[in-house]
T-cell receptor
Framework: AQTVTQSQPEMSVQEAETVTLSCTYD???????LFWYKQPPSRQMILVIR??????QNATENRFSVNFQKAAKSFSLKISDSQLGDAAMYFC????????????FGTGTSLTVIP | DTEVTQTPKHLVMGMTNKKSLKCEQH?????MYWYKQKAKKPPELMFV???????INESVPSRFSPECPNSSLLNLHLHALQPEDSALYLC?????????????FGDGTRLSIL
């Protein structure tokens, strides 16, 4: 099984500032997909951003961007101009391109946004 | 709008009761999942159905019984649960196989065992 590690159980950021959440993973595969999910207290898991391992370019979605370092097996999420609505649990997830159906989740980072 | 619909949103049951959780999606996804989630923890995979067939069972106790009657519906039948089974139960769906598409999650059912 793949292992996904989020080393920051809790993070906080001032409103309008930038924060980076860390994620590392362990795999012997060369082809896979990575995702960041957000889970607010209202509980629905929502996709924030995705990255294909074969793409060198880092994915960007509005204020959210990733720093994907394939050799280092690192996939960090940067949130710019943080807003109160960004407060949530953030989970990093891995999906194999070979076995497909199983998603492996990290332990999560609880993000607090300070007004 | 939630594309994966779970009912009920909340369920309280005794240890001797039998109940079912339901999940429905109309996105044409042929992989569907049940997860158990405790507060501030990641979802724990329970079952995966691919093309309406059970493809992964993560050694879940037999008091949890999944069912996939058709490509849009997923049920989780509950019987003789224990207090430690109290949790948020999430349903998800995705395109099956080798794909860059994410899972889509429902809002979950908050289950409390008395």
């Amino acid at each position: 099984a793949q292992t996904v590690t989020q080393s920051q159980p809790e993070m906080s950021v001032q409103e309008a500032e930038t924060v980076t959440l860390s994620c590392t993973y362990d795999t012997s595969e060369s082809d896979y997909y990575l995702f960041w999910y957000k889970q607010p207290p209202s509980r629905q898991m929502i996709l924030v951003i995705r990255q294909e391992a074969y793409k060198q370019q880092n994915a960007t979605e509005n204020r959210f961007s990733v720093n994907f370092q394939k050799a280092a097996k690192s996939f960090s999420l940067k949130i710019s101009d943080s807003q109160l609505g960004d407060a949530a649990m953030y989970f990093c997830a891995y999906r194999s391109a070979n076995t497909g159906n199983q998603f492996y989740f990290g332990t999560g980072t609880s993000l607090t946004v300070i007004p | 709008d939630t594309e994966v619909t779970q009912t009920p949103k909340h369920l309280v049951m005794g240890m001797t009761n039998k109940k079912s959780l339901k999940c429905e999606q109309h996105m044409g996804h042929r992989a569907m999942y049940w997860y158990k989630q405790k507060a501030k923890k990641p979802p724990e995979l329970m079952f995966v159905y691919s093309y309406e067939k059970l493809s992964i069972n993560e050694s879940v106790p037999s008091r949890f019984s999944p069912e996939c009657p058709n490509s849009s519906l997923l049920n989780l039948h509950l019987h003789a649960l224990q207090p430690e089974d109290s949790a948020l139960y999430l349903c998800a769906s995705s395109r099956p196989g080798r794909d860059n598409q994410p899972q889509h999650f429902g809002d979950g059912t908050r289950l409390s065992i008395l």
